[in-house]
């Protein structure tokens, strides 16, 4: 909004000239984000403690019954900055901008449904996994299939630190771009479930894919990186500073011992997100390696369920890992950083990835 308002006073007023750079809104939609957050964070944290939307606890397992009834829903309060942010600073005739918006929104209502199934409930089931995963996959191939109609699209998978290896999948990339939106959902979903696990990762890939999206969306620094270019994919870096910001603010309030939960409305978004911008700029595999804590998360529960389907036997004492760590007797503030300190180190494989080929 801001841009179209104040891009056309730049003739006149040279000021306004700085405006017209990706960079700067970038940076103004990540500060913007980051104080909303502060600013609204209170009142939703009041509101939905009068409404007493509280987080159900399982029984089993580690013993976090001390944070019964600590209000959940608070994945709201990024969404609120991160919309807000990118309304006002991004382009808004840009094509790739209301893709992923789109989408974070559908997976947002999907997540509050669930949310809401369960604070209605008091217990932690929610809505039923098929009916999740339906709409999951409905939203997901909607934009797979988006990304496939664009003329721009050449169908070839980029491989990470292999330059010319760039294989042609065709009609094939349509349920492959789904899976990775679909899998980014969920392994965040399966992440949050400690005070400020999920979001650090969430900001440290938001921040990673700032990078590679305005580099993407620059046709010099993707021929020089040998990357492919994706035109327009430069605003969605205003995109990631925005849920950067929004990232930050929220772990504020999340942050041990939390005033406030992310729930599904949050991390079935942000997971959303983040997919839906690993296949419009066109890093899908690189998502997996820089979201790896969401990968070893999801995989760990699919390795106990299976293991104990075929054996009866248990891989872990517990799933998703953190649960595992927890049982080992390890504090939760220690799983938490060290956490983040693997997603950092997987961050900056990523963008090595951008030279050794």
């Not at 369960?118 to 990304?147: C, E, H, M, P, Y």
Request: with cysteine; glycine share 10%.
């Amino acid at each position: 909004m801001l841009f179209h308002l104040l891009v056309p006073l730049a003739d006149q007023f040279s000021v306004f000239n700085v405006f017209r750079y990706i960079t700067f809104r970038t940076a103004a939609a990540t500060l913007t984000a980051l104080f909303l957050s502060f600013l609204v964070g209170p009142a939703i944290i009041r509101a939905l403690g009068r409404m007493r939307v509280g987080q159900p606890i399982r029984e089993i397992g580690p013993d976090h019954q001390a944070k019964e009834g600590t209000p959940t829903m608070g994945g709201l309060l990024i969404l609120l900055s991160l919309f807000v942010s990118v309304l006002l600073w991004a382009d808004l005739t840009n094509r790739a901008t209301w893709i992923v918006l789109g989408l974070t929104f559908g997976y947002g209502v999907l997540g509050f449904a669930d949310d809401y199934l369960k604070v209605r409930a008091r217990n932690s089931d929610g809505l039923r996994a098929r009916t999740k995963l339906f709409w999951q996959w409905l939203l997901a191939i909607g934009v797979a299939w988006l990304i496939y109609a664009d003329p721009a699209f050449d169908g070839e998978l980029a491989v990470p630190f292999f330059k010319d290896f760039t294989p042609h999948l065709g009609w094939a990339y349509v349920p492959l771009a789904a899976f990775v939106i679909v899998a980014a959902s969920n392994g965040v979903n399966l992440t949050d479930g400690l005070d400020g696990l999920a979001i650090g990762p969430v900001m440290i890939t938001s921040g990673t894919f700032l990078i590679l999206a305005y580099a993407a969306g620059h046709a010099q620094i993707a021929d020089y990186l040998a990357i492919k270019a994706v035109p327009g994919s430069g605003q969605l870096a205003i995109f990631c500073g925005a849920l950067v910001g929004g990232s930050l603010g929220f772990l504020w309030f999340n942050t041990y011992p939390a005033q406030l939960f992310m729930g599904d409305v949050g991390a079935l978004a942000l997971g959303g997100a983040l997919g839906a911008i690993a296949v419009v700029i066109r890093q899908e595999i690189l998502l997996a390696v820089v979201g790896g804590i969401f990968v070893v998360e999801t995989l760990s529960v699919m390795i106990q369920v299976a293991s104990f389907k075929l054996t009866g036997r248990r891989v872990f004492r517990m799933a998703p890992i953190h649960h595992h760590f927890e049982e080992l007797g390890w504090a939760e503030q220690k799983i938490v950083v060290r956490f983040w300190i693997v997603s950092i180190i997987l961050a900056l494989v990523a963008l090595s990835s951008l030279k050794l080929r």
